[in-house]
């Protein structure tokens, strides 16, 4: 079981960086695999970026390639997501997310997690 508290968002001009945190609590952080998602009004849920907690494989969606840069740092049990070159399109609220290893599911679909933050609210002005 996990828990996972955000934080990060606010209000940037295009061009500008963010940094979003996702502080994690509980046992057995190592058997989760981590993510970011996102939701823009009327859309829905989409993938960002996921990690292994332990480990050092990243994923990221083609629309975030070469801007975000997905992190954690294991001795705070601490998530990031580094924003940068942002754009009016990255506009959303962001969620952080957990999954089970080795459970058969991927990486990209939200109803692959189990465990969600609150999520943060980013707007990205023109």
């Known amino acids: 079981q996990v828990q996972l508290v955000e934080s990060g968002g606010g209000l940037v001009q295009a061009g500008g960086s963010l940094r979003l945190s996702c502080a994690a609590s509980?046992?057995?952080?190592?058997?989760?695999?981590m993510g970011w998602f996102r939701q823009a009004p009327g859309k829905e849920r989409e993938f960002v970026a996921s990690t292994s907690w332990g480990g050092g494989t990243t994923y990221y969606a083609d629309s975030v390639k070469g801007r975000f840069t997905i992190s954690r740092d294991n001795a705070k049990n601490t998530l990031y997501l580094q924003m940068n070159s942002l754009i009016p399109e990255d506009t959303a609220v962001y969620y952080c997310?957990?999954?089970?290893?080795?459970?058969?599911?991927?990486?990209?679909?939200?109803?692959?997690?189990?465990?969600w933050g609150q999520g943060t609210q980013v707007t990205v002005s023109g």
């Open positions: 509980g046992r057995a952080f190592s058997n989760y695999d």
């Open positions: 997310a957990a999954k089970r290893r080795l459970d058969g599911s991927d990486y990209y679909t939200p109803h692959s997690y189990g465990w």
